[in-house]
């Protein structure tokens, strides 16, 4: 039997690729999305598309009521660190107060499931690397502290109406579809993989590296990359699991890989040298951010892009042959 589900940011990067995968399992999708970061471009010509704001709740309830739903996907939201630390209470809106409303329609609407995308910017500064779900909570901006307070409002739906949740908190998402369908475009860019491409291919300036006094074998921060089709993979997972109960999953490759390695790494792919140059520190970047995605993989998880260069060189593909991104 055919499975529905609702897709909120599903023009997104993350979005888009987990639609694709439902889409390629024979699941119908609805995608609810603002376009305000989503593309419309990035949604197959066979889903239907809603272009409306979470904090529009008459569309909300509309689109839901046009169900039944077997589960809601939730991808929209603001998602810049340092754009939060600017616009905090623009955050905590956008996200906390839109999420609580959708978290509510879902219970109203006897939505039996729900997915949300979280993030790894829970754990501030973490005592321990890898990161494992049961590490401290100490979000260090209001982006980090917006999912945080999602995942508990999804802890409340469980407890008191029964509503399964999955809260999946990746790490950096990273890559293109394999196929070439689907790439990342944000405007502007702040991802590192994308800004190295740019940057490679004379699209930007040379690219600033902030800091190299880290306490990390080549003085710059570490990052822990996982290809977003293996996101999309992990989604599909932990919904189906939930027919067991509630699932928390760190996710990523559970190997860390320095500014600087990204770097050699598009050299090699590219077969160019990338222009850049240090500059002083980010305020808030922590030296390493490493996951132990240990819960996720017991669960059947398997990543399908390990290498650093295997994800890079899925990403040089769609920007190279992307120019313009989804405008193009």
């Known amino acids: 039997m055919t499975r529905r589900f609702l897709v909120t940011g599903g023009a997104g990067y993350v979005g888009s690729h987990l639609v694709a995968a439902l889409r390629a399992r024979g699941d119908a999708v609805v995608v609810f999305d603002n376009l305000r970061t989503g593309h419309r471009a990035a949604v197959p010509a066979d889903v239907r598309l809603v272009v409306a704001d979470l904090a529009d709740h008459a569309a909300v309830d509309a689109t839901l009521g046009d169900g039944p739903f077997d589960g809601v996907f939730h991808f929209a939201g603001l998602t810049q660190v340092g754009e939060s630390m600017r616009e905090p209470y623009r955050y905590l809106y956008d996200n906390v107060a839109t999420g609580i409303a959708l978290v509510d329609a879902c219970v109203r609407h006897k939505v ?38 999602i995942e508990r409002t999804l802890l409340w739906a469980s407890r008191i109406h029964g509503l399964r949740s999955a809260c999946l908190r990746y790490f950096n998402a990273a890559g293109a579809d394999p196929d070439g369908r689907l790439g990342e475009d944000h405007r502007p860019e702040s991802h590192l993989i994308p800004l190295v491409i740019d940057a490679t291919l004379g699209r930007r300036p040379p690219l600033e590296v902030y800091g190299d006094d880290y306490a990390t074998p ?45 770097i050699q790494a598009v050299e090699r792919v590219a077969g160019a040298k990338v222009p850049y140059r240090f500059a002083p520190r980010r305020p808030g970047d922590p030296a390493v951010l490493v996951a132990a995605a240990d819960r ?33």
């Open 296 to 328: 996720a993989r017991a669960a059947g998880w398997r990543p399908r892009f390990h290498a650093l260069d295997d994800i890079v060189r899925t990403a040089w593909a769609w920007r190279e042959a992307h120019p313009e991104g989804y405008g193009g």
């Open 112 to 149: 039996p499931r729900f997915v949300l995308s979280s993030t790894a910017a829970l754990f501030g500064m973490p005592d321990e690397v890898p990161i494992r779900e049961e590490a401290r909570i100490e979000p260090g901006n209001p982006y980090g502290d917006s999912k945080w307070m």
């Open 218 to 262: 080549d003085g710059t921060c570490v990052r822990d990359y996982v290809h977003v089709t293996d996101l999309a993979d992990a989604h599909l997972l932990a919904f189906d699991r939930l027919a067991e109960g509630d699932v928390v999953w760190n996710l990523g490759n559970g190997a860390g890989h320095s500014v600087l390695e990204v």
